[in-house]
């Protein structure tokens, strides 16, 4: 038999493999799909997925798991900090000043790994690490998941949860076949280290493909596909997103004014409400060229709290709390447990369709409205002198560094630009069309189009290698 688990890790995996074709497409590829979810079974009530739902027991990582996991993410960024801010910058926030256990330990690993460090030592790292979960009760229990289901391949939607290691070691010790999906385009190249190792990647581009051959020595350019990526592929199907008329209805929109469509990153953006209240008040004081409908969509990793005070200030603005719900209070990384409705991908796409211009802090909504081939305007003020959360400091991450280098979309520095930039797009100004297409071509290598056809077909071809 030829059965493929699927681990659908969180929310954003949820959104990814199961609202898209993914499913229906792996059944056409193997004998059996089985889906082995980090997430509540419940949350597949009203999908006809016609396969089986396994909810798996949430691991939590005892200390030396931790050690061990730490210690590896710590040489990982160590090794390979020379020249990339986005790693030293990764590498710096791990450090913990904590007067507890963990806060010792951490001042220790960040110690070692200074002096030592290699892809060798990170494999040995790995192998401590994976061997902490031989005893495991939980590792037990995944274990004889995947022999009663008689599991020929795993596919991870998700590269790092440390909390899917146990499963990956689960699936090393009965020699099944592992792949994983190279979750964000930021991963490699400004991240830590995976969960573990696993025979198979799949990657949006051939950037990705060389980005993962870089900062992983030990794996081996037959053992990557490139593939695309499922995260916009429901941009390109017609089950998705509104009609003109209805989404005008659904969000008040007064049709004689263009849409400015500000999106939020989650709390770590300290600036968004600054930048958003600016923007409000340019409005308020008829700074702009144009009268304009302002929708803003704050984060789905957060309860939109922090705008509360923008909320009652702006009435006129309208506003987009994604429909993500929490499907399990008290896990260790609580934003996983938020899952998305049909709903709300209608209402993202239809957003990004009919708005004219996208504003946000450096995000990946950058790339959805390229991909609606929609202005971009990235505000980012912050610096190390002048007070305000450094954002200017993610110029200088490798996949956003990129994005100032093609020019695709307009990032500003201060009020100025950023009046400047919003009433050059009204006045039907916009310039960077080719750039941004060109910006998509890297970042996304394969055509959104039968996206989870071409994945499912990819990880069924990786049982021909061996």
């Known amino acids: 038999m030829k059965n493929l688990g699927v681990v659908i890790t969180d929310g954003v995996g949820f959104r990814n493999f199961i609202l898209t074709d993914f499913i229906q497409e792996a059944k056409n590829n193997f004998d059996e799909?089985?889906?082995?979810?980090?997430?509540?079974?419940?949350?597949?009530?009203?999908?006809?997925?016609?396969?089986?739902?396994?909810?798996?027991?949430?691991?939590?990582?005892?200390?030396?798991?931790?050690?061990?996991r730490k210690a590896k993410e710590v040489t990982h960024l160590q090794l390979h900090k020379k020249g990339n801010f986005g790693i030293l910058d990764n590498l710096n926030i791990t450090k913990s000043k904590a007067k507890n256990p963990r806060g010792f330990a951490t001042?220790?690993?960040?110690?070692?790994?200074?002096?030592?460090?290699?892809?060798?030592?990170?494999?040995?790292?790995?192998?401590?690490?994976?061997?902490?979960?031989?005893?495991?009760?939980?590792?037990?229990?995944?274990?004889?998941?995947?022999?009663?289901?008689?599991?020929?391949?795993?596919?991870?939607?998700?590269?790092?949860?440390?909390?899917?290691?146990?499963?990956?070691?689960?699936?090393?010790?009965?020699?099944?076949?592992?792949?994983?999906?190279?979750f964000s385009w930021d991963n490699l190249a400004s991240?830590?280290?995976?969960?573990?190792?696993?025979?198979?990647?799949?990657?949006?581009?051939?950037?990705?493909?060389?980005?993962?051959l870089t900062f992983y020595q030990s794996v081996k350019e037959e053992q990557i596909k490139v593939v695309g990526t499922p995260q916009f592929e429901p941009?390109?199907?017609?089950?998705?997103?509104?009609?003109?008329?209805?989404?005008?209805?659904?969000?008040?929109?007064?049709?004689?004014?263009?849409?400015?469509?500000?999106?939020?990153?989650?709390?770590?953006?300290?600036?968004?409400?600054?930048?958003?209240?600016?923007?409000?008040?340019?409005?308020?004081?008829?700074?702009?060229?144009?009268?304009?409908?302002?929708?803003?969509?704050?984060?789905p990793a957060e309860e939109p709290t922090r705008f509360a005070h923008l909320i009652k200030k702006f009435p006129s603005v309208i506003w987009n709390f994604p429909d993500w719900s929490i499907s399990r209070a008290g896990h260790q990384e609580a934003w996983t447990q938020r899952v998305p409705s049909i709903s709300d991908l209608n209402d993202l796409k239809s957003l990004l369709k009919y708005c004219d211009l996208c504003i946000n802090v450096l995000s990946t909504i950058t790339l959805d409205a390229f991909i609606f081939d929609k202005p971009v305007i990235n505000p980012v003020f912050g610096n190390k002198a002048n007070g305000m959360f450094d954002d200017l400091k993610f110029l200088d991450y490798h996949h956003l560094s990129k994005l100032a280098q093609f020019d695709a979309s307009n990032i500003v520095k201060n009020e100025k630009e950023y009046l400047d930039g919003i009433n050059f797009i009204l006045e039907g100004k916009d310039n960077k069309q080719e750039q941004r297409e060109d910006f998509l071509k890297l970042q996304i290598g394969r055509d959104l189009k039968d996206t989870s056809k071409r994945i499912a077909k990819t990880i069924s071809n990786f049982g021909e290698y061996y």
Not at 126 to 153: G, P, V
Not at 191 to 210: E, H, I, P, T
Request: net charge positive.
């Open 107 to 182: 001042r220790i690993i960040h110690k070692l790994p200074s002096i030592f460090h290699s892809e060798k030592l990170i494999l040995k790292y790995n192998q401590l690490q994976q061997l902490s979960f031989q005893s495991n009760a939980i590792t037990k229990e995944y274990s004889d998941l995947l022999k009663q289901h008689r599991i020929s391949m795993l596919f991870f939607t998700h590269q790092r949860p440390p909390f899917i290691a146990p499963l990956i070691y689960a699936a090393e010790k009965l020699k099944i076949k592992t792949s994983a999906f190279i």
């Open 33 to 68: 799909v089985i889906v082995f979810s980090c997430l509540p079974k419940i949350v597949y009530d009203n999908f006809n997925l016609d396969c089986k739902i396994i909810e798996l027991a949430v691991f939590e990582e005892t200390f030396f798991t931790w050690f061990f």
């Open 235 to 299: 941009y390109s199907m017609t089950e998705f997103g509104y009609n003109k008329i209805d989404f005008l209805q659904k969000f008040r929109i007064n049709n004689n004014y263009p849409i400015i469509f500000f999106t939020c990153n989650d709390a770590s953006s300290e600036n968004d409400p600054i930048y958003l209240e600016m923007l409000a008040e340019f409005i308020v004081q008829k700074k702009l060229i144009r009268e304009v409908n302002l929708i803003v969509r704050t984060s």
């Open 191 to 212: 991240k830590g280290r995976m969960a573990g190792n696993f025979d198979f990647y799949l990657v949006w581009s051939d950037l990705m493909k060389q980005e993962l």
